[in-house]
């Protein structure tokens, strides 16, 4: 089964409508942190610093064969199977999208999701401008929580996040939104106010004033941790909003018509449920094709051992395995 760089399009809570994702990874995992909420299951590298991976040519080869079977690229968001910032070639990958769209006059919105810890490697931290939101995790800012709810590697400490946003330009800084996800761990979690007030202090000093609060809309690959109520979002949401941050919460499901692409292939699924745990419905309101015909490809995946099967909340859910 082949591994694309670029999937989607698919509906997507972060932006309320279809986004198309570029992975400049692929399979396995490879991140700075190890989230208990994450939803992706498998082998994981955890690292901080850039690697040579997938390369402009793979990206733009795969953008090309979605952009004609699909038509949709109005929000492209570069994340998938870790942190981006993890591929060396992420500057060239970014060039590389931005000169594919001008040939096909497409504007599209660009964004990226990255815990920003490779960037210290990167010479250029300019290409980061190319975006239009650069969302980044920051879930805990005590030592015990973030041990408990990133599970760093290298003994990473929330003050080397600080001194790397520090480092960057303003023209920058201004498009970082902290993407705060907030879990419950058994009737504790990093939304008690000692852990928000922590939480407003860093940010002061980080002078990062928009903030993206979330918790869980998928199956977690780790055990014991759950989502929480839309009242515990609006109460930390309010703490903040009092302290003078730009807020945006997202707790209500997604409602938005189908756009996305035609004549879906086996390898189109499984590379969207590999970076994605969907259910029928979803899959369904992301490919537009029968349910009959979704179910017998989720048949087949899962009898070869490339899904996997999941009861969250009262839902079933597919996650793609590598």
């Known amino acids: 089964m082949r591994i694309y760089s670029v999937v989607g399009p698919y509906p997507s809570r972060r932006v309320g409508d279809y986004i198309v994702l570029i992975d400049t990874l692929n399979p396995p995992r490879k991140c700075p942190l190890n989230c208990i909420y994450c939803s992706i299951k498998g082998e994981s590298i955890s690292t901080t610093k850039p690697l040579s991976l997938v390369t402009p040519s793979n990206i733009v080869y795969d953008l090309d064969r979605l952009y004609g079977k699909a038509g949709v690229m109005e929000t492209i968001l570069f994340n998938g199977l870790g942190d981006p910032l993890l591929n060396v070639f992420t500057p060239d990958n970014v060039r590389e999208v931005l000169g594919y769209c001008r040939r096909e006059s497409i504007e599209p919105r660009l964004l990226v999701k990255t815990t920003l810890y490779p960037i210290v490697y990167y010479r250029d931290k300019l290409f980061l401008q190319a975006f239009d939101k650069i969302y980044v995790k920051i879930d805990a800012v005590s030592s015990d929580l973030y041990d408990l709810v990133n599970d760093p590697c290298c003994s990473l400490k929330p003050s080397v996040i600080a001194k790397v946003i520090a480092s960057l330009p303003t023209s920058v800084r201004e498009k970082i939104v902290v993407e705060y996800t907030i879990v419950d761990t058994s009737g504790y979690g990093n939304w008690v106010r000692e852990a928000i007030e922590e939480l407003i202090v860093f940010l002061k000093k980080t002078r990062l004033y928009k903030i993206l609060l979330t918790t869980l809309h998928r199956p977690p690959a780790s055990q014991g941790v759950k989502p929480v109520?839309?009242?515990?979002?609006?109460?930390?949401?309010?703490?903040?909003?009092?302290?003078?941050?730009?807020?945006?919460?997202?707790?209500?499901?997604?409602?938005?018509?189908?756009?996305?692409?035609?004549?879906?292939?086996?390898?189109?699924?499984?590379?969207?449920?590999?970076?994605?745990?969907?259910?029928?419905?979803?899959?369904?309101?992301?490919?537009?094709?029968?349910?009959?015909?979704?179910?017998?490809?989720?048949?087949?995946?899962?009898?070869?051992?490339?899904?996997?099967?999941?009861?969250?909340?009262?839902?079933?859910?597919?996650?793609?395995?590598?």
Do not use: C, H, Q
């Not at 029928?280 to 087949?300: G, H, K, Q, V, W």
């Open 229 to 322: 109520s839309k009242r515990i979002i609006e109460n930390v949401s309010r703490m903040l909003v009092d302290e003078g941050f730009l807020v945006e919460a997202l707790y209500e499901p997604l409602n938005t018509r189908y756009k996305g692409i035609v004549e879906a292939s086996v390898e189109d699924i499984y590379n969207l449920l590999l970076r994605r745990p969907l259910t029928l419905l979803e899959l369904r309101n992301a490919f537009n094709i029968p349910y009959s015909d979704i179910a017998y490809t989720l048949d087949y995946l899962e009898k070869n051992n490339l899904v996997e099967k999941t009861v969250w909340r009262n839902k079933v859910y597919y996650r793609g395995l590598y």
